[in-house]
């Protein structure tokens, strides 16, 4: 996404007209967790309901301090901070060409800021934050162990680190780190934990996401195949790997002690 950022950022591309990138998860309309969306946010359900579901983990987020790690192109965070009542809401990403956009889009939301950084080096002050958010990110990061360790660093007393993502199974994955750092962490306690691969599936496997058009956007570069196998791989390679068991999707939520 720092690539596509860039190509929008700076003109080269027609803006492409999505939020989030995530796989998303299902709701049952009239059920309790149901979203009342803008007409024109629609299309990205889904995705929301995965940002509602993890930042619900630990309560409601009504009036406290929210920092997202990993917030990409920015819907997330601003749907924190404008539909869920957040305070505060600061949004952290590495990739710059992504902040400088989210930036521009969402100047006019006063309770949202965003940051450059790195998440085993987070750009904030220590107890700062009642609640992180970390959604389908941490699987990119080299340092895992030492990103849940800055998270303690920067909650504060009582706060809560939620955190939705998956991981390979087997020997050649990062599954039993995943949960052993997590079930582990010094300082915290777990304090809700869900499987919801079958979930994220089902989200997969209905219908269109905005974000599997971007190539339609992309002029011909070397990144374009990447992208291709990411849209195929979003349509039928991931959730057929959360069938078999291949990857697993989970939801947890920590207490910092």
């Known amino acids: 996404y720092q690539y596509l950022a860039w190509l ?91 902040i400088s956009l989210a930036r521009r889009r969402y100047a006019d939301i006063p309770n949202l800021r965003f940051e450059v950084g790195e998440a085993a080096a987070l750009p904030v002050p220590s107890e700062s934050c009642d609640v992180v958010v970390n959604v389908e990110s941490s699987h990119c990061y080299p340092n895992f162990e030492a990103f849940v360790s800055e998270v303690r660093r920067v909650l504060r007393p009582g706060g809560v680190f939620c955190i939705v993502d998956f991981r390979r199974s087997g020997p050649s994955g990062r599954l039993a780190e995943f949960d052993r750092v997590l079930t582990t962490a010094p300082g915290f306690t777990v304090t809700a934990h869900e499987d919801i691969s079958a979930r994220v599936r089902e989200s997969a496997l209905d219908g269109a996401h905005a974000s599997q058009n971007v190539t339609d956007h992309l002029p011909p570069s070397w990144a374009k195949p990447m992208y291709l196998q990411w849209s195929r791989a979003l349509k039928s390679a991931f959730p057929e790997s959360l069938r078999t068991g291949g990857n697993v999707y989970q939801r947890y939520c920590l207490k910092k002690n």
Do not use: H
């Open 8 to 98: 929008e950022r700076n003109g080269l591309t027609k803006e492409v007209d999505f939020e989030c990138m995530n796989y998303g998860v299902m709701v049952p309309k009239g059920s309790p967790e149901w979203l009342e969306l803008p007409a024109d946010r629609e299309e990205e359900r889904k995705q929301y309901n995965l940002y509602r579901l993890t930042a619900f983990s630990g309560g409601d987020i009504a009036g406290r301090d929210v920092l997202e790690v990993g917030c990409g192109r920015g819907g997330g965070a601003s749907f924190l901070a404008k539909w869920l009542g957040a305070k505060e809401v600061v949004g952290i990403d590495l990739s710059s060409q992504a």
